[in-house]
C-alpha cells in the first residue's frame, strides 16, 4: 500500500517574534490534516523550540496518534534544515512538505497525488493551491483536459512529490525565501507544478514575500556550549550558480 509522509515545520524562522498567533495556525492546520487528509499518510513533526506549551500540546497529538513522530530542537533550526531533516527520515512514497500556517481541505492529498499518478510522463512536484503571488499569466502554463493546472511556480510552502524527484532536484536551502530559491532550481531541472482543478488549502499567514537579504541564524549550541554555525550570507547571485557553504546542505 502507498501512503505519504506529510513533513511539518513548526514555529517558521521567517516569522520569529509570532510564536502565539503561530500556535494558533499550528492547532488549525494539524486539525484539519487529521480531519481532511483521506489519502494514507503520516505525520512528521519538527518543532522548532521557542515554546514549552508549543511542545506540550504537539505531545499530546502524539499520544492521541494524531502525530506518528515528534523531534523538537532547544534552536531555532529554520524551516529549510527541518524540512530536509524530516525528509531523511520519511519512509512514504510521496513526501508533502507543508508549513503549519495552511487548514487543509477535504481530498486535498489524494486530488493532489492523482496529479502526479494521472501524468506519469511528465517531469512534475504538485500541491494543492497557488498562492495569489503565483497566480500570473507567466507562471501560469496550461489547463489540462481534467482541469488541472500547470504552473511553475506554485506551492513553495506546500509541495508534493516522490523521494526520487526530491533526491533529483537536491534538498531546500537554508534560506529565509528557500523555497522559492528551490523552486527556480526545479525549473531549470525542467520540472513543472500540477494543480487540482481548485485549490485545497487556505493560507491563513500569506505574507506576500519576506526580505531575502535579511540575515538567518541557523546554528546549534553543544553541551560545552560550542556553537554549530549553519548560517551564510552569500549574495544572491550564487544561490543561482548553486555554490551552498551550509554544512549538510547540498543545493546542486
Known amino acids: 500500500m502507498n501512503f505519504a509522509s506529510i513533513l511539518l515545520v513548526h514555529y517558521s524562522q521567517t516569522d520569529p517574534d509570532n510564536s502565539n498567533s503561530r500556535f494558533e495556525m499550528l492547532k488549525k492546520c494539524i ?18 523550540g521557542k515554546s514549552i506549551n508549543d511542545t506540550n500540546w504537539l505531545v499530546e497529538q502524539v499520544q492521541n496518534g494524531t502525530i506518528n513522530l515528534l523531534l523538537r530542537s532547544k534552536d531555532n533550526m529554520s524551516f529549510g534544515y527541518a524540512w530536509n531533516a524530516l525528509a531523511r527520515l520519511a519512509s512514504g512514497d510521496f513526501l508533502a512538505f507543508v508549513c503549519n500556517d495552511l487548514e487543509f481541505r477535504p481530498g486535498w492529498l489524494s486530488q493532489t497525488i492523482a496529479g502526479l499518478e494521472k501524468y506519469p510522463e511528465r517531469k512534475l512536484i504538485a500541491t494543492p493551491y497557488i498562492t495569489p503571488d503565483k497566480d ?35 534538498e531546500i536551502p537554508h534560506h ?27 493560507h491563513l499567514a500569506f505574507r506576500h514575500g519576506v526580505d531575502w537579504k ?4 541557523v546554528e546549534k549550541k ?31
Open 222 to 252: 553543544l553541551l560545552n556550549n560550542e556553537i554549530v554555525n549553519y548560517d551564510y550570507h552569500i549574495e544572491k547571485k550564487k544561490y543561482y550558480d548553486g555554490k551552498q557553504r551550509a554544512a549538510g546542505c547540498s543545493i546542486g
Open 31 to 48: 486539525q484539519s490534516l487529521k480531519e481532511n487528509t483521506d489519502y494514507p499518510a503520516e505525520i512528521l513533526v519538527w518543532d522548532n
Open 214 to 217: 535579511k540575515p538567518v541564524k
Open 136 to 170: 500570473r499569466p507567466n507562471y501560469n502554463k496550461e489547463v489540462l483536459s481534467d482541469g488541472y493546472r500547470i504552473n511553475s511556480m506554485a506551492g513553495s510552502n506546500c509541495f508534493v512529490l516522490t523521494p526520487q524527484v526530491f533526491k533529483d532536484i537536491g
Open 176 to 202: 529565509r525565501i528557500g523555497g522559492s530559491f528551490w523552486y527556480r532550481r526545479m525549473v531549470r531541472k525542467g520540472y513543472l507544478v500540477i494543480v487540482p482543478p481548485t485549490d485545497l488549502v487556505c
